[in-house]
């Protein structure tokens, strides 16, 4: 099941925007509020730029309507993991109309609330609600009283021994591991910026897009399923020589037709043992983790091979799929 989180992040740009946000407790204090649709591992999935009131069309509430924006095609057994300047009871009976669920720390001065909880507790005292439309509200009380709603059906809203030994609600143990997503996200853009001063504020919007989080993006789809894994450094050296070598030597001809050639994986016909060869992606792949050693000992050995490459090498189905998608 998925869990996603949607917070904001302010970025500093130029007075000529007509849209600029002031908010005192940020570092830049003035800047272009963007908000981030993120999973937890750093990806980000969604964008939306805020413009200013006067170009918001408001249906129940601002914090509502960029959640359902974000998450528009991310419907259907998700768990969506907010803050308190989202979270409210109509924005988690909406996404339960559409199988999505919510879990997320609650202000508590929001409307439809129970009364209760605004009685003192002490320190470890947990209290939790829940309506007719399957909402459950919790207090806990530590060093301060978090609040928190979820419509989660794992959720219980009951102490449990998490690690180190620490007693709190399974509710927080799930926001808290779920939260991290917009903070990585935040933390491989900040790396290497490439930003300078300028009075167009358009070109520093479409530069920290790119240069950031489509970049970042990428280097997360290649660190999870690419067959080298790179540092973002390296990643965006790699990047920034291949953009190089395509400029100064733009691709023949018969490279362009030798790409759009189609692939085939073929078998070596005859006895499996003396055909069997070592598959050659995951032998380099091997080799750059662990040496060449262990990448000798603990490759796959196969006799099927690409018949459209040159040299035909030996390759598995999973790193054919990868070298001609």
Not at 102 to 122: A, E, H, S
Request: charged share 30%.
């Amino acid at each position: 099941m998925g869990v996603v989180q949607v917070p904001e992040i302010r970025l500093y740009w130029s007075k000529t925007a007509i849209f600029r946000q002031y908010i005192p407790g940020k570092r830049h204090k003035y800047g272009i509020k963007l908000y981030k649709l993120c999973f937890p591992d750093g990806y980000t999935y969604n964008v939306h730029i805020y413009s200013g009131k006067s170009e918001t069309r408001i249906v129940k509430a601002h914090s509502h309507d960029i959640v359902m924006k974000l998450i528009d095609l991310l419907f259907k057994g998700r768990i969506l993991c907010t803050d308190s300047f989202y979270t409210s009871i109509p924005l988690a009976e909406d996404l339960l109309t559409k199988r999505t669920y919510i879990c997320g720390t609650v202000k508590m001065n929001r409307k439809f609330l129970p009364p209760q909880p605004k009685q003192k507790q002490k320190r470890g005292d947990i209290i939790s609600f829940e309506n007719r439309s399957a909402v459950k509200f919790l207090k806990w009380t530590d060093k301060r009283p978090p609040c928190m709603l979820t419509t989660s059906k794992s959720h219980n809203c009951a102490i449990i021994r998490g690690k180190d030994d620490k007693l709190k609600p399974d509710t927080v143990f799930s926001y808290n591991s779920a939260k991290k997503g917009v903070d990585i996200s935040d933390q491989m853009c900040s790396y290497y910026k490439c930003l300078r001063k300028t009075i167009k504020w358009y070109r520093k919007v479409v530069m920290e897009l790119i240069c950031g989080t489509s970049l970042v993006n990428a280097w997360y789809i290649h660190k999870k399923w690419g067959t080298k894994r790179y540092q973002i450094l390296k990643f965006r050296e790699k990047i920034i020589d291949y953009l190089l070598k395509s400029v100064d030597n733009p691709p023949s001809e018969e490279l362009i037709v030798s790409r759009r050639k189609k692939h085939f994986l073929s078998s070596h016909q005859g006895s499996a043992r003396k055909m069997r060869k070592r598959c050659k992606e995951c032998y380099k792949r091997l080799t750059n983790l662990k040496g060449t050693q262990y990448a000798t000992n603990k490759t796959k050995k196969v006799t099927t091979y690409c018949s459209s490459c040159p040299d035909k090498p030996a390759l598995c189905l999973k790193c054919f799929k990868k070298l001609h998608r």
